[in-house]
């Protein structure tokens, strides 16, 4: 009988236990209060939604997991339904199945029959959570958008374009909304455009160039693109005129190339048969195209506002010795061995002299450019770079202002010069134009400022 009577108290104290861990288990994990979490992951969402937008949204549960998600958009008191959607259950013990889900949305608002303007994105997620009567935690997140599926305007305002083919040119227009993406294409260029040089925030002025070897028929637009991504695109009249440039050969001395290959960080490979040769086919073709991905690095950065004024200015006292897109045939030993094209200007005075800048800028580089030695960079603004290499020696450094005539440094043969000169380029972003346009008054005034004056007294 004492043995019955310790059993059923055994058996109650084990039953008291099973209940009393069953409450508890109850309590802390079936009616678990934590809410599931919602989160937006569409990179860069901005509040506008356009005629399609993506939506990328996490949604999670870490106890219980997740029941359902519903996504809406509410506008004007109409709700559309995005994503109505509900997840397995484990039964009534385990909880959810599913404890994150990544959802991708393609958001149509024409499809959904959603008007343009302010509207709310509501999303709600529940998990398997026991409260509020076996119902779940819930969680809702309201996001405020507009709907936007209107393009954009563009009205270009500075009339007929002539442009010379590795020529400079502008476009001035004006926006019927903020367009973060707004510019010209040039050739497939993209050239920015800025606002904040008229006093109607709308007028936007884009400085553009047409490389070298972009002939007439090249297709030049203005494309703006909204927040929201609806985009336009604008012709306008156009004159393209067709250039030919110089033909030139140039001997390549094994003295030049004994005086100049050291400078240079290059190999030849071992079996290599004219290794002075070789190592010059390095540095004119990969070294080349190495400093020019340095100089697109260079150019990125621009003032927002044109820091020069009137004509630019020319090396005093100097013989111009190479034109702009000069194509150059390179010879070694009777043989030709390469081509390239001369996207500068030459000019020789005496060695050491004084190299003035151009124009009124900022200096954005002062160094080591490989094949244009020790060379300058600076910025006018808008995008119009003028740069000076071969130098012997700097007088600027990076974020000096420089005024125009103000000696940038002394000129010399470094990097892949045979003689003391300067190699004078000007670029609009990362594109090398002619700088004879900018040294002539009349083409400035024709194309750029006169163009300008125009707008601003609505005279156009
Ligand atoms: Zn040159």
């Not at 995005?82 to 949305?105: A, H, R």
Request: aromatic content about 10%; glycine content about 10%.
């Amino acid at each position: 009988m004492k043995s019955n009577i310790f059993s059923s108290r055994a058996l109650f104290i084990f039953l008291a236990g099973l209940v009393v861990l069953s409450s508890v288990w109850i309590l802390f994990v079936c009616l678990e209060n934590e809410n599931p979490s919602i989160k937006i992951e569409t990179p860069s969402m901005t509040m506008a939604i356009g005629p399609s937008k993506n939506l990328l949204i996490s949604v999670s549960d870490g106890k219980r997991g997740l029941r359902k998600i519903l996504i809406a958009i509410v506008k004007d008191g109409k709700e559309s339904i995005l994503i109505d959607k509900e997840y397995p259950s484990g039964g009534f013990i385990s909880g959810g199945k599913v404890n994150q889900d990544n959802i991708s949305l393609s958001v149509e608002p024409k499809k959904l029959e959603i008007t343009d303007g302010k509207a709310v994105l509501r999303m709600t997620a529940w998990d398997y959570s026991w409260q509020r009567w076996w119902n779940g935690n819930i969680t809702t997140v309201e996001k405020e958008v507009v709907i936007d599926t209107k393009r954009p305007d563009v009205s270009v305002l500075s009339g007929i374009q002539n442009l010379n083919q590795g020529g400079s040119g502008i476009v001035i227009y004006s926006l019927s909304e903020p367009c973060e993406h707004n510019g010209v294409y040039a050739g497939g260029n993209y050239f920015q455009g800025y606002n904040g040089f008229f006093n109607d925030k709308n007028i936007y002025i884009s400085f553009f160039a047409l490389e070298y070897n972009k002939g007439p028929g090249t297709e030049v637009f203005v494309e703006a693109t909204d927040d929201a991504g609806n985009s336009i695109r604008r012709g306008f009249k156009v004159f393209i005129k067709a250039q030919i440039f110089k033909k030139d050969s140039i001997n390549i001395s094994d003295g030049f190339l004994n005086s100049k290959m050291p400078e240079f960080n290059v190999e030849a490979s071992k079996d290599s048969i004219t290794p002075l040769a070789d190592k010059f086919l390095k540095v004119n073709r990969d070294l080349r195209a190495e400093n020019y991905n340095k100089i697109t690095e260079i150019v990125k950065n621009t003032e927002k506002t044109p820091l020069w004024e009137g004509v630019f200015v020319s090396f005093p006292n100097a013989k111009k010795m190479a034109g702009f897109a000069d194509h150059r045939d390179y010879n070694y030993q009777g043989k030709h061995i390469d081509s390239q094209v001369h996207l500068g200007i030459d000019l020789a005075s005496v060695a050491n002299a004084p190299v003035p800048a151009a124009n009124r800028g900022k200096v954005v580089f002062a160094g080591d450019l490989g094949i244009y030695g020790k060379t300058v960079f600076v910025d006018h603004g808008l995008g119009l770079f003028s740069a000076y290499s071969h130098l012997n020696s700097f007088d600027v450094k990076e974020g000096d202002i420089i005024e125009k005539g103000g000696v940038v440094g002394r000129s010399g043969s470094t990097g892949l010069a045979a003689g003391d000169h300067l190699h004078f380029s000007m670029l609009v972003n990362n594109i090398f134009v002619n700088p004879l346009e900018w040294w002539d008054a009349t083409w400035i005034t024709n194309n750029i400022t006169g163009k300008i004056q125009a707008v601003k007294s609505g005279s156009n």
